[in-house]
């Protein structure tokens, strides 16, 4: 008498806490090697805010649907979106083909990486997404393979 039911977490669900737990990482040491960099705080800022989100979401994925979660990653994505279409535009417009070559190709594929992990991470807490999730990773890197080619 008094004992509190717990639901079972899906496997699918504690996959995608450990993922978000290895983003967080991956941002996290992003944000510390930009120590060096001429502008650190902004890009630090732009790694640790999806840090933080990321780590939020390995704790407790349903925070996904609270309104402040979802402001504050809907304004990272904004802004990142904003900047890296500015980077884009300016590799487009000096027709540089090896990106990963230049501090601003560089700059560019982080600011798409957080942006679409924060999209991706957005309805996580809704159990379809987590279908959609890896479906959208296959997707990926089967185009990562098929162009491989383009990248290097």
Known sequence: MGEVCEQRKSWLGVIWQICNVFMCLFF?????????DPDAG??????????VLCALIGVKPHLTE???????????????????????????????TQIFQQEEGREFSGLVLTAVWLLLCRHSGRKIFILNF?????????????????LF
Request: glycine share 6%; charged share 10%.
């Open 134 to 150: 890896f479906l959208l990773t296959f997707f990926f890197l089967l185009y990562f393979q098929i162009n491989i080619h383009i």
């Open 42 to 51: 902004l890009w630090m800022v732009g790694y640790g805010v999806p840090a």
């Open 28 to 36: 996290a040491l992003a944000s510390y090697v930009q120590i060096n």
């Open 66 to 96: 609270t309104l402040p979660w979802r402001r504050v990653a809907d304004f990272h994505v904004m802004i990142s979106s904003a900047v890296g279409a500015t980077l884009g535009w300016a590799l487009y417009k000096e027709r540089i």
